[in-house]
């Protein structure tokens, strides 16, 4: 019998494992469920969720090819589908921000090659669409899944499983009149009709909300010098949007930078796994030095305008941030628009910009062993930096930001820590209101567009999974304990799912299966950067390996028994 393989997903993570599992030189028998009716597309790109005007979160550079480039695949469409997409043929390059609906058709297409070559490679490969995993449970030597067919349901038994569902996103988004919990599904959010629009959120998934019911609206254009406009549609001269976030900034335009990441040379994997091995738990701060120092190497004068030496974990946010919130956001926008399409122009990288890219994944590592005290640091202190620094959005994303600010239909609400929002479910009629700072800011519809919420083993949508209570949250160290001498730390739940280095969850109960947790949102507490197609690569390739070196033991094995 060929080794049993479920993968519960068809988005990015569960595509970029299903690649390296076809490399097996030993057939397999893999099975992949899609709870909706296009597999390989994934829910961050697919038409259902998404709208025309939502832009992808990475370059064509930076995206893990399948079997081809993004570049070599548009290249490769005839001039009708490009048009459909708004690309000119003259105008695709790699460091290009695109639709994420072309993602969506891209990913599609490369699944189509890789089930291909998995069947030449003498894989039995099924694909499964609108076929709903209800429910999972570990077995002595399987692991059973019931799933949800458009015909009924049935039971099926694998010896791996994989859940690489990707985002969590709620079944139902407007969950009160006026009041949308998501930006997704998009089409939803076109239901909004000239009224005043809060958007709770300035990150790319706040402002592909805004994209969503602005284009609803109106549409952008170019003008005769070549700058781009936005022009209301008629009988909406309602429609206002406000994004609103505690700081009241917008993110940075992606700025230019060599890719592949160049190495550090302060802060290397090598110095932070040194500080890790010394097997202490109160790691922050010496992790944040090796962080200043790799900035101050990198880009002296940013150092000595912002004060970097005396600047610590809790600090170093109010000076990073310093020149956007003392500064009108649009304004600033505006400045940081022209910098970033010069410095492309130029291949010019900005020193202190490309210091915190580059570091961001090798600070992550410490981030398992940190105890409490410093793992609180660091999410509320440190955290945000390496996030607003990669997150940076497409050029064409701000122009639009611009001239819907210039048509006088965007403004930036600052809340500050102290805020409240009322909905229809304290007594309003739809929608909400914003208080701050004792002035009420009223909204026709409201989206919360924060972004992905992190998610718990309790939180697991299979019941019995959840029941077996073999899956648990997280750990980590407790910083009370750790000063005690002669005594084992004790262990504190934090969130997440306790996983192993493959993404294996620690489970309690003895069975011969293998379940992996590849879905984003049970790793953001440990792993908080574990965002976009690059992470899914990642995640994707440890877990098929894992799967093929147990494949390969087990087969290894059997040959030494045949042989004695």
């Given amino acids: 019998m060929l080794p049993r393989i479920a993968i519960i997903g068809t988005g990015p993570t569960g595509l970029y494992t299903f690649k390296q599992l076809i490399t097996s030189t030993v057939p397999l028998s893999i099975t992949l469920f899609e709870a909706e009716n296009e597999p390989g597309k994934g829910t961050p790109y697919h038409p259902d969720m998404n709208d025309p005007a939502m832009l992808s979160n990475i370059p064509s550079i930076e995206l893990p090819a399948f079997s081809e480039t993004l570049v070599a695949w548009l290249h490769r469409q005839d001039d009708d589908t490009l048009a459909r997409h708004g690309i000119r043929r003259e ?3 790699e460091r290009e921000f695109y639709p994420r609906l072309v993602l969506g058709d891209y990913m599609q297409a490369q699944f189509e090659r890789m089930l291909t070559l998995a069947a030449e490679r003498g894989h039995d490969v099924s694909v499964l669409a609108q076929h709903k995993v209800l429910d999972i449970e570990i077995q002595a030597d399987g692991i059973r899944l019931q799933v949800g067919r458009p015909d009924g349901n049935e039971d099926t038994v694998f010896d791996h499983v994989v859940m690489a569902t990707g985002h969590n996103w709620p079944e139902t988004t407007e969950v009160r009149p006026g009041y949308f919990v998501s930006p997704w599904p998009a089409a939803v959010l076109r239901s909004i ?7 709770l959120g300035t990150s790319l998934s706040g402002l592909d909300a805004l994209m969503t019911v602005a284009t609803a609206h109106g549409m952008f254009y170019a003008d005769a010098a070549g700058d781009l406009q936005y022009q209301p549609a008629t009988d909406t001269e309602e429609f206002r949007a406000t994004l609103m976030s505690r700081k009241g900034i917008l993110p ?12 550090p040379r302060v802060c290397t ?25 790799e900035i101050l190497a990198a880009d002296p004068d940013y150092a000595a305008r912002i004060g970097l ?15 956007r919130r003392d500064s009108d956001p649009f304004v600033w926008a505006a400045q940081n628009l022209a910098e970033a399409e010069e410095n492309r122009q130029k291949h010019y990288t900005v020193p ?17 062993h940190l105890d409490t005290t410093d793992l609180r640091r660091f999410h509320r202190y440190f955290k945000s930096i390496f996030i607003d620094d990669y997150a940076t959005v497409p050029l064409t994303t701000i122009r639009r930001v611009l001239a819907l600010a210039r048509a006088g239909k965007l403004s930036i609400l600052k809340l500050g820590e102290d805020y409240e929002i009322r909905t229809a479910e304290d007594c309003l009629d739809r929608g909400a209101e914003i208080t701050v700072a004792g002035a009420v800011h009223a909204f026709s519809a409201f989206i919360d567009a924060t972004g992905q919420e992190t998610l718990s083993a309790t939180d697991l949508p299979f019941p019995t999974l959840v029941a077996q209570g073999s899956v648990k949250a997280s750990a980590t160290h407790d910083a009370d304990t750790l000063l005690l001498s002669n005594r084992d730390p004790h262990i504190v739940r934090t969130g997440g799912i306790d996983i192993d280095e493959h993404y294996r969850p620690r489970l309690d109960l003895n069975s011969n299966a293998r379940l992996y947790c590849a879905a984003i949102a049970f790793l953001l507490h440990k792993e908080p950067f574990v965002q976009g197609i690059t992470s899914a690569r990642d995640i994707g390739e440890t877990v098929a390996q894992a799967i093929l070196n147990d494949i390969n033991s087990v087969f290894a094995e059997r040959l030494f028994q045949v042989s004695a």
Avoid at 193 to 199: A, K, M, T, W, Y
Avoid at 252 to 263: G, H, I, K, N, R
Avoid at 270 to 289: K, Y
Avoid at 309 to 323: K, M, N
């Fill in 269 to 293: 994997q090598e110095a932070v796994d040194a500080l890790i091995a010394t097997g202490r738990h109160d790691l922050l701060d010496d992790v944040f030095n090796l962080f200043r120092q």
């Fill in 193 to 199: 009709r000239n009224q005043s629009v809060g958007i």
């Fill in 252 to 263: 940075e335009a992606d700025f230019y930078c060599p890719l592949p990441y160049v190495t």
């Fill in 352 to 368: 202190w910009r490309y210091a915190i890219l580059i570091t961001h994944e090798i600070v992550a590592r410490v981030i398992p």
């Fill in 309 to 323: 030496s005396h600047l610590t974990v809790e600090s170093f946010p109010e000076a990073y941030y310093a020149d």
């Fill in 91 to 93: 105008a695709i390059d």
